[in-house]
């Protein structure tokens, strides 16, 4: 099970959309740890998932919520996958792939690095776009090459941090 092939973690991070939250719980479960969503309920408790919207999925803005062929029919196909691909096209009132980076990256320098400069050993749950960014980030991806990445469901990348630099296993 993907449970399974997930090395041992102290901390779980997801993004604060539901599905995501649910995977996450279904992992633990999975595991057999006792976890909770609340920073308040620690006893007993073997992991704390914590909720960040960094992490979250790119926002994208008028289209979110319609149907992907009406959308090409309206806008074209070349515009369409512009939104859904390019790096820094931006759908209309969304985000592009460049502003979810942002985010991530914050998450990455203030959240992430520190918890494992503690030694704590993180796992994170979240979307299709912004773990594209954080893999963008982490495997030094170039703006262009990062159009053609794509991230499986459900199949765990695994790094670890050696002499400040991460390193995938």
Known sequence: SVADSIPP???VYTSTLFRCKMTAALLLAMSKKLFSFSA????GIDIRIIQDKRIDERDYG???GKNKQETQ????KEQFLKWRRGYKDRPPA???LFDVEIRVKDFLDKTLKPKLAENE???IVA????????????????DEDVVHLEIPLMQPRIYEMKNGAFVKI
Do not use: P
């Open 121 to 123: 050993s993180v796992l």
């Open 9 to 11: 973690f102290s901390v």
């Open 73 to 76: 029919q309206k806008y074209g």
């Open 62 to 64: 008028e289209l979110k």
């Open 94 to 96: 969304g985000e592009s």
């Open 127 to 142: 979307h299709g776009n912004s773990l594209r960014a954080l893999v963008k980030i982490l495997d030094h991806i170039s």
């Open 40 to 43: 308040h309920q620690t006893e």
